[in-house]
Every structure is written in structure tokens, then in C-alpha cells.
């Protein structure tokens, strides 16, 4: 078993580097189980990327539920992120129903459905970000009513920041996830958008949303103070959006073109001074 969680780490560090950076700050004995978490999220999010046509994505995903079903029992041993995940699931009693909820969220992301809706679009982050947050929440303090409200707020946060980076892969690819009664209230044009051609309207959409972003973050920060600093490493990656948010509102940003990232140094520093605060 301690290959396939190292297997798991491995994979974080390759697909998803903030959680991996953010993972490495958390207690040796927590660390594997939160990794397997991570892993099992970085693998069901690549699923869309990694499959020419939805069918092919909803047969994995299928495998997944499997897995957690316990009918795919025979298969497992080829798959080290289900094995560490099973054997996470069962020794730290994490809800198999949160899990499950993370496959049918990422559903979505095999069409080219539009985004309805606001509501629709707090849902899709409450289901995959917001969920991270909770099950990590989990596995390093526990469960405890306090943090999974933050894990929402944080959630939201974290998955704003994450959906408006991935902006310009997401539109090269004819998804856009911006809910359509935003880009209706400010008069978005979808034509610019499959077109790549950047707005005043659009920039005020994502204006907007960022600014959902750091009321968002501000409640997380709020409702983590009241948190033990061992129930909080779980949240270090929110750390990391307010550097995110501040490159997306610099004068020369194009949401089609500007990648949005932050030096791995910056990144590391940034988690480091937000764990070393946690231990003051």
C-alpha cells in the first residue's frame, strides 16, 4: 500500500502542483490519505481531457462509481489511486457519499452544456471545490460543522479563481462556464467568446466575479480563525488565490491570452508564510 500512496503523491505533484506544494506543509501521518484524496480528484478532473468523445469519459467515470460500489473489486489492483483511496475511505471513515458527489459534478465537464445559471454555477463549485475542501477538512482535523462552512466559502473561492484561470483553455475548446444569466446582466456577446475576442462587457462579468471570489475568501478567513491550526493546514491552498486574482486584475489582462500564474517559488513562499502563521 505504501507504493500506491506514493504513486498518489507523485501524481499531485504532476497534475495539480498548488495541492501538492500546500499537501507538503500537513503532519507526515495525514499526509498519504490527503494525497490519495488529491489524486483521485486530479484524476477524475483530467478524465474530459484525456477522452475524444463524453461516452468514453462517462465509462470511466462509471469505473469510478464502481470502485466505490465495490463492484469493480477484480480490477483495482492495476489502479494505485483506487487502491489508496479505498483503503483511505476505509481507515479514516471518510463519507463515500462526498466522493461520489465529486464523480457526478465532473459529469458535467464531458459536454458542451452552457453553464445556466448562477445557481447552477455555485452548485458545479459547492460539487467539486467546495467538496476538496470538505473531505480534507475531514481527514486532517476531523469532522466538525465549522470547517465544512468554511470549506464552502473556501470552496467557492478557490474554484472561481481555479474556473477563470482555465478561461482561456476551457473557450479554445467551445466550454464556457460563465452562467448565462451573468453574461445576459452584463450583455456578454457568445459570439465573442467562442471567438476569443475580449469586451468591455466581459471584463466587467469577470470583474464581478472576482469580486465573488474575495467575499468569498474573507468568510473563509473568518470562520478558519475559530479553527485549531491543525483543522486549518487543510485550507493552506487557499493561500494562493489572492496572488491569482491580482494578475487577472492588472491593466494588460486578456482572459484568452494571460496565463495566470504565479512563479513556483512565489508559490512555495506564499504557503510557507501561511503555515508558518498557523504555528504562531
Keep these: 500500500m505504501q507504493d500506491a500512496y506514493a504513486h498518489c503523491q507523485a501524481l499531485v505533484r504532476e497534475l495539480d502542483r498548488d495541492r501538492y506544494l500546500a499537501g507538503l506543509f500537513v503532519p507526515a501521518d495525514e499526509r498519504p490519505h490527503l494525497f490519495a484524496l488529491y489524486a483521485f480528484n486530479a484524476e477524475i478532473t483530467a478524465v474530459p481531457e484525456r477522452v475524444r468523445e463524453p461516452m468514453a469519459g462517462e465509462v470511466r467515470l462509471q469505473w469510478w462509481r464502481d470502485v466505490l460500489a465495490g463492484t469493480a473489486a477484480g480490477e483495482i489492483s492495476g489502479s494505485p489511486v483506487a487502491a489508496a483511496l479505498l483503503d483511505t475511505i476505509e481507515r479514516r471513515e471518510l463519507p463515500r ?28 463549485i459547492h460539487s467539486t471545490s467546495s467538496l476538496v475542501f470538505e473531505l480534507a477538512g475531514r481527514l486532517v482535523g476531523g469532522p466538525n460543522e465549522l470547517a465544512n462552512e468554511a470549506a464552502e466559502h473556501a470552496g467557492q473561492a478557490y474554484g472561481i479563481a481555479g474556473l477563470l484561470r482555465a478561461f482561456p483553455l476551457h473557450a479554445s475548446r467551445g466550454r464556457i462556464f460563465l452562467p448565462q444569466d451573468l453574461l445576459e446582466e452584463f450583455k456578454v456577446s457568445t459570439a465573442d467568446l467562442l471567438a476569443g475576442r475580449p469586451s468591455p462587457a466581459l471584463a466587467t462579468a469577470l470583474r464581478a466575479l472576482r469580486q465573488d471570489a474575495r ?28 496572488a491569482y486574482l491580482a494578475r487577472m486584475d492588472a491593466a494588460d489582462y486578456d482572459p484568452f491570452r494571460t496565463p495566470i500564474d504565479v512563479p513556483q517559488w512565489r508559490r512555495q513562499w506564499t504557503l510557507w508564510r501561511a503555515a508558518r502563521r498557523l504555528r504562531v
Excluded: C, K, W
Excluded at 98 to 121: C, K, Q, T, V, W
Excluded at 226 to 234: D, N
Design 215 to 242: 467575499s468569498h475568501l474573507q468568510a473563509a478567513h473568518q470562520r478558519l480563525a475559530a479553527l485549531p491550526p491543525t483543522a486549518r493546514v487543510a485550507f493552506l491552498p487557499l493561500a494562493l488565490v489572492d
Design 97 to 124: 457519499a462526498g466522493i461520489e458527489g465529486l464523480i457526478e459534478a465532473h459529469a458535467f465537464d464531458l459536454y458542451s452544456d452552457p453553464m445556466p445559471n448562477r445557481a447552477a454555477f455555485d452548485g458545479y
